[in-house]
Nanobody
Framework: QVQLVESGGGLVQPGGSLRLSCVAS????????MGWYRQAPGKQRELVAE???????NYADSVKGRFTISRENAENTVYLQMNSLKPEDTAVYYC???????????????WGQGTLVTVSS
């Protein structure tokens, strides 16, 4: 019913930048919170940043001042601009969207397939 497609991952040198995108498609009635999570090898998945439907944002302390999350509501898209990347930012980045479909009676959490970000010289 609902699909998330992520793009923008890749290999970048320390200090470089990347921009991740996540597009939601399908039978979507309303999107609430959109966010990015990441999971490094051997570690648990953690919140990177999220943005509510009202535009309020929340960031992990480790990325504050370097990453910026934004959303384009008309296109059901969320972005993550990542600047001043560090080797410790290396991880698989996952998009998560909380939404309602035209048939759901409660909020649903939908996850993307993940995109790999590697920060290395």
């Amino acid at each position: 019913q609902v699909q998330l497609v992520e793009s923008g991952g890749g290999l970048v040198q320390p200090g470089g930048s990347l921009r991740l995108s996540c597009v939601a498609s399908g039978s979507i009635r309303r999107i609430n919170t959109m966010g990015w999570y990441r999971q490094a090898p051997g570690k648990q998945r953690e919140l990177v940043a999220e943005v509510t439907s009202g535009g309020s944002t929340n960031y992990a302390d480790s990325v504050k001042g370097r990453f910026t999350i934004s959303r384009e509501n008309a296109e059901n898209t969320v972005y993550l601009q990542m600047n001043s990347l560090k080797p410790e930012d290396t991880a698989v980045y996952y998009c998560k969207v909380v939404l309602r479909t035209y048939v759901s009676v409660r909020d649903l959490e939908v996850w993307g397939q993940g995109t790999l970000v590697t920060v290395s010289s």
